[in-house]
Each structure stands twice: as structure tokens, then as C-alpha cells.
Nanobody, 125 residues
Framework: EVDVVESGGGSVQAGGSLRLSCAAS????????IGWFRKPQAPGTEFEGVLCTNNDGTLYYGDSVVKGRFTLSFDSAKTTAYLQMNRLEPEDTAVYYCAVDDLGGACWASYFEDWGQGTQVTVSS
């Protein structure tokens, strides 16, 4: 059974950094697509793509403005993925989700099958 668990969220001041982890169970990131998404808490908001890969490792960014500040990496066993978030801004405040799929294809929520429970990131000004 495929499962992912996020961790590493918290509160930080603007300009600070956080690293989120996504632990895989039942699969390896070697041949799975991963997507990091976020959902602000305002009513009616939808998932925003942050950073995603296809199952071949091709990296692409979603619609959110994180290029140059957020990076994706993996442990050597390819069982844990990390989202390093630097120069955080109050607009980055959201619940962050890790999602996986055996294909991927775009940094859109509909392309990802299995989702973690989410972890809160709060950035204060």
C-alpha cells in the first residue's frame, strides 16, 4: 500500500527557512512522481502546485511563486523527499501536502493519486 507522511512544518518569521519531509511507505521515489502542494486556509482556496516531478525525475514548478527559494531533494535511499524552503514570506503560509503518483504529468493536484495528511507552515511578518 502506498502511503506518505509529511513532517517539518512550523512557525517562522519572514526571511527564515523550514525543511519539510515526505516519508514514503510501500514505494520508492526512484520511479514515482512527487508533488508538493499547498492550500492556504482562506475559505474557497484550492491546492496550489509548488514543486513536482514526473516519475522519470523531470522537475517543474507549479503556479506558486517559489522558484529560486524552494528546492526538492531526496535521501540516498530515495525513501524520503525534502522540500527546503528559504526566504519564506507571509504569503507562503498554508498547509503543505506531499502527494505521489506512479506517473505524474503536471504540477496539478488532479495528477496525483496518494496524499499525505498535510503539515502547517506559518510565516509571520
Amino acid at each position: 500500500e502506498v502511503d506518505v507522511v509529511e513532517s517539518g512544518g512550523g512557525s517562522v518569521q519572514a526571511g527564515g527557512s523550514l525543511r519539510l519531509s515526505c516519508a514514503a511507505s510501500g514505494f520508492s521515489f526512484d520511479n514515482y512522481a512527487i508533488g508538493w502542494f499547498r492550500k492556504p486556509q482562506a475559505p474557497g482556496t484550492e491546492f496550489e502546485g509548488v514543486l513536482c516531478t514526473n516519475n522519470d525525475g523531470t522537475l517543474y514548478y507549479g503556479d506558486s511563486v517559489v522558484k529560486g527559494r524552494f528546492t526538492l531533494s531526496f535521501d540516498s535511499a530515495k525513501t524520503t523527499a525534502y522540500l527546503q524552503m528559504n526566504r519564506l514570506e507571509p504569503e507562503d503560509t498554508a498547509v503543505y501536502y506531499c502527494a505521489v503518483d506512479d506517473l505524474g504529468g503536471a504540477c496539478w493536484a488532479s495528477y496525483f493519486e496518494d496524499w499525505g495528511q498535510g503539515t502547517q507552515v506559518t510565516v509571520s511578518s
